[in-house]
């Protein structure tokens, strides 16, 4: 599985942006499928995640509210759209994907086997 990360950019504080990850060798309809990100400095951390077939999504507290993440089936793709962005949300953010996560593993990224490249999100105060 090869993923592809895109749509980051610069974003004044309270703006909005749209990430979206592509799949190609398999669907994600199977898959878990996961956003972490990682701060200059700091360890990756997890964002959001979807189990396979969408019907069960995760947040990080301090994304809750202002992060939503989605699939699109037909496109392969999911989608993590960010609204009210602050300065603490710039990172490098990365798309993960895996065929076996278990309940308890889904916000630790040791758990996942595919990633993509990253985008980097700058959100200027």
């Known amino acids: 599985v090869q993923l592809q990360a895109s749509g980051g950019g610069v974003v004044q504080t309270g703006g909005s942006l749209r990430l979206s990850c592509g799949a190609s060798?398999?669907?994600?309809?199977?898959?878990?499928v996961a956003w972490f990100r990682q701060a200059p400095g700091k360890e990756r951390e997890f964002v959001s995640a979807m189990r396979s077939r969408g019907d069960t999504k995760y947040y990080a507290d301090s994304v809750k509210g202002r992060f939503t993440i989605s699939s699109d089936n037909a496109k392969n793709t999911v989608a993590l759209e960010m609204t009210r962005l602050k300065p603490e949300d710039t990172a490098v953010y990365y798309c993960?994907?895996?065929?076996?996560?278990?309940?308890?593993?889904?916000?630790?990224?040791?758990?996942?086997?595919?990633w993509g490249q990253g985008t980097l999100v700058t959100v200027s105060s």
């Open positions: 060798g398999r669907t994600f309809r199977n898959l878990a």
């Open positions: 993960a994907a895996d065929g076996h996560i278990i309940l308890s593993s889904t916000r630790d990224p040791r758990s996942y086997d595919y």
